[in-house]
């Protein structure tokens, strides 16, 4: 009869578990749909907001550039670069921020197709010389046989684009910014070295965060925005791929990229 109690007794503790248990999950449901919507609509007020703002100040931008072909004194130019100067950071960050909601939106539904990863770093650093050449750097592409992965292919000069305007960006001038491409059994991995202020240890762990707190001027002054490298983390990541890092401060940096390769 004790027995038959007791078990009595759990049977009936268990049910009333598996109902708190039950209520819990349908909570936690809901609440997981009403994240689901908020995030929708801030997405949604992002985007018109990104959009709603980027038009005036490319039109400033635009404004800006036409006066300072006119007859101007030193000073009234002085004045219009800076105009100019800080319609396009604001518009460069929009970009960076729009981009942002994209990708937290959909990158991992975008349509791949086998990319040749060789021609298209090659490509990359190719029209990125030029703006080395405006800090008197070098780009230095070591390039081996032609290797395939699956990609979207303008996804990815994004990441390439972003990581390389940074070791631009962060470097100072005459200094030689290297990228290596290294074939390995089932992936491919891309280093982009280069001799910069690099970063202190506290910092390495965070730059990946998209409203991070390290962010730092280049050496010429260019203007942080800190997006990029979170843009890049979630496109690499959507590719199946990994991204981390190799810094010394006041030594330089080192980034990795590596993707699984296509079978062809």
Not at 64 to 83: A, C, P, Q, Y
Request: proline share 2%; glycine share 4%; charged share 25%.
């Amino acid at each position: 009869i004790i027995i038959a109690a007791l078990l009595k007794r759990n049977i009936n503790q268990a049910k009333r578990n598996s109902k708190i248990i039950q209520l819990r999950n349908q909570e936690l449901q809901e609440t997981l749909l009403k994240l689901e919507d908020a995030n929708e609509n801030y997405a949604r007020v992002m985007k018109v907001m990104a959009h709603d703002l980027k038009n005036p100040l490319i039109g400033i931008a635009a404004i800006s550039t036409f006066m300072l072909e006119s007859n101007n004194t030193l000073k009234d130019n002085e004045s219009l670069e800076v105009i100019k100067s800080a319609a396009e950071n604001a518009t460069e960050l929009i970009n960076e921020i729009l981009n942002s909601v994209l990708t937290s939106q959909g990158e991992k539904d975008f349509i791949k197709s086998e990319v040749n990863i060789q021609f298209l770093v090659k490509e990359c650093v190719s029209l990125l010389k030029v703006k080395a050449n405006e800090k008197k750097q070098r780009l230095i592409l070591k390039s081996y046989d032609d290797i395939y992965i699956l990609a979207n292919k303008e996804k990815l000069w994004r990441v390439f684009n972003n990581i390389i305007i940074n070791a631009i960006k962060f470097s100072h001038e005459r200094t030689i910014i290297e990228i290596d491409i290294i074939d390995e059994e089932n992936k491919v991995v891309i280093s982009i070295t280069d001799n910069g202020i690099g970063l202190p240890q506290d910092f390495e762990h965070q730059v990946f965060d998209m409203f991070t707190e390290t962010k730092r001027f280049g050496t010429a002054g260019e203007k942080p925005f800190g997006l990029g490298l979170s843009i890049s983390k979630q496109i690499i990541e959507a590719h199946n791929g990994k991204i981390w890092l190799n810094s010394t401060e006041n030594r330089g940096t080192t980034f990795y990229l590596s993707f699984p390769k296509s079978l062809r």
